[in-house]
């Protein structure tokens, strides 16, 4: 018996293209508040699956965490064996370390919380850093598959004399991803970060610009802050056209906004997370990592 496909309402335009390219049934739950803010979830009838995928976009985390324990103590209830969460991002991951005295690590909290409730993780570029692996906090097995073959893709078919700048030493993995694809020419940045939404970066003039587009790559934009200070550096340099490309959309309050105004004139992003600049498809990536 094939695996039956299980997400949330903000999943469900992924979560068909997945379940169809698997060819295997996909349902809804529900998910609502009582009056006093409690959470309900309603999971369909599991009609004998012992095996279910359960496809969430994990963005704005808090909110959905707690409908996904629901969700997956029902399906147990049910007699589900084996519940593999797709989650094309995994949130938490920027909190790899206590960076002030009190605080949690919230990428560890995260992951010993969904070891408890799922069997197995599959996600996109999650946000390596101090932690190297997956493994390393998480006590089920884990899958981090690569965008970077759709985002060089993207930047072949759509970006003309295309120059990679990474913004900070953070994102040479995925610059080095990207460029490897398809022998693009690259440079990473230094950036120093004062804040949640104030960062610095320091430029460097010997990086060519005259007929290249300047084609920012990085694997979550949040704040926009990282983004809008190198588009604003682009623009001093002389650079006309400034491309934005993300896999991950968390794009907090107003910073789509402010990444166009700081000058940029082309945002792409992958539909791990929906907004309105996603425009590179995902599902494939996901479903192969199901067969
Ligand atoms: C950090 O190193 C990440 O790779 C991103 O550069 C960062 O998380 C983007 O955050 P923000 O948009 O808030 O600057």
Redesign the pocket.
């Known amino acids: 018996m094939k695996p039956i496909l299980i997400h949330d309402e903000a999943s469900q335009d992924i979560a068909k293209k997945i379940a169809k390219l698997l060819a295997c049934e996909q349902k809804s739950f529900v998910h609502r508040y009582f009056p006093d803010g409690e959470t309900l979830v309603r999971v369909p009838a599991m009609t004998g699956h012992k095996e279910v995928i359960l496809v969430l976009r994990l963005d704005r985390p808090d909110a959905k965490l707690f409908p996904l324990l629901l969700a997956a103590s029902a399906m147990r209830k049910q007699g589900v064996k084996k519940i593999t969460l797709v989650a094309p991002y995994l949130p938490y991951m ?1 909190q790899d370390k206590a960076f002030h005295p009190g605080e949690a690590i919230g990428a560890q909290v995260f992951a010993k919380v969904i070891s408890q409730c799922v069997d197995e993780l599959i996600t996109i570029d999650p ?1 390596l ?1 101090r932690i190297h692996q997956l493994s390393e906090i998480y006590a089920i097995p884990t899958k981090t598959l690569s965008a970077a073959p759709i985002l060089a893709n993207y930047i072949a078919k759509n970006i003309t004399r295309p120059l990679l700048i990474g ?2 030493a ?2 040479v993995q995925w610059v080095t991803g990207v460029a490897r694809e398809k022998e693009l020419d690259y440079v990473v940045l230094k950036k120093k970060r004062y804040s ?2 104030k ?1 610095r970066i320091v430029w460097d003039d010997k990086i060519p610009v005259k007929g290249r587009t300047a084609v920012l790559v ?10 809008i200070e190198v588009v604003k550096q682009l623009r001093t340099a002389g650079f006309k056209q400034i491309a934005c490309l993300a896999v991950h959309a ?1 794009f ?1 309050g107003e ?1 789509f906004q402010k990444i166009k105004k700081a000058g940029a004139t082309h945002i792409a992003t992958c539909h791990s997370i929906r907004h309105e600049s996603n425009k590179m498809d995902v599902s494939f990536l996901l479903a192969g990592a199901l067969t």
């Open positions: 920027r946000h850093h913004p900070d953070e994102s949640d939404t960062v990085d694997d979550i934009i949040s704040s926009g802050g990282t983004m968390v907090a910073a």
